[in-house]
């Protein structure tokens, strides 16, 4: 059984004050089959991880290197050192503003493992990538480059997030999500073996306390990657609700 999990990424948005937020959170009833994982801005996560009760703080990407000089940038070593235990790699805004490929997120992936964090994996097509009939030889692609062959379901999580739907309000069609759930479940079968059940696949793009329920119900949809609504507690909260009884 595949324990679900609801991930927020709170990207560059939240203050000090925002913690509250994390903390209204954290005082609700922990849900019985669903982790919680919220991944705020570097700068929140040491204090995240004094408000969190049980809900994991994660960091939004880590550099491949340990340490030296790269100005600006985290490593895996610091964000476990600050309490963090999961990180988001290869988000479509850091494949895009960065110009990350899959080699630089599999070598931040194999940076993450190597500080015990849990790696959030995440893959997805463009417009114009879904209106080519690109997607799944796309996202084949990125899950053979972004995934180094030691992955498992314990230290790896996969987001599917078509770059079309962040932050737009837009969301795939079911039969849309379900196609490429399953292809990545097939994918990740035919390389990993039995292993490939282990992983979780999140959804993740303008998910919403009114569309959660729908979303959850496709297989192999294990849980959410939340950006907007899950900067606010009561948004997040319903939808962590919608996904543990689903
Ligand atoms: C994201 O950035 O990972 C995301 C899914 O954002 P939103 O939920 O705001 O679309």
Aim: hydrophobic residues 45%.
């Amino acid at each position: 059984m595949r324990r679900k999990l609801a991930a927020g990424n709170w990207k560059m948005n939240g203050l000090g004050a925002d913690l509250a937020e994390l903390e209204r959170l954290a005082a609700a009833p922990a849900p019985s089959q669903t982790g919680r994982l919220i991944c705020p801005p570097a700068t929140l996560i040491s204090r995240a991880t004094l408000v969190a009760g049980d809900i994991a703080i994660g960091g939004q990407d880590c550099h491949a290197a340990q340490s030296g000089a790269h100005t600006g940038d985290i490593s895996a070593e610091m964000l476990a050192d600050c309490g963090a235990s999961a990180v988001i790699l290869g988000h479509s805004e850091r494949r895009e503003d960065h110009g990350e490929t899959d080699a630089t997120v599999a070598a931040k992936v194999a940076a993450a493992w190597s500080e015990g964090l849990l790696a959030v994996v995440c893959i997805g097509e463009s417009l114009a990538q879904r209106d080519a009939g690109e997607t799944l030889a796309l996202i084949g692609s990125q899950l053979a480059g972004s995934l180094p062959d030691t992955a498992t379901g314990a230290n790896t999580v996969i987001a599917y997030e078509p770059i079309w739907a962040i932050g737009t309000g837009r969301i795939p069609t079911l039969e849309q999500i379900n196609e490429v759930h399953e292809f990545i479940r097939t994918t990740l079968t035919d390389r990993f073996g039995g292993e490939g059940h282990a992983f979780r696949i999140l959804y993740g793009g303008s998910v919403k306390p009114e569309n959660a329920s729908e979303i959850f119900s496709v297989a192999n949809v294990d849980g959410a990657l939340v950006g907007g609504a899950s900067l606010k507690a009561d948004d997040f909260q319903a939808i962590i609700d919608a996904l543990d009884a689903a």
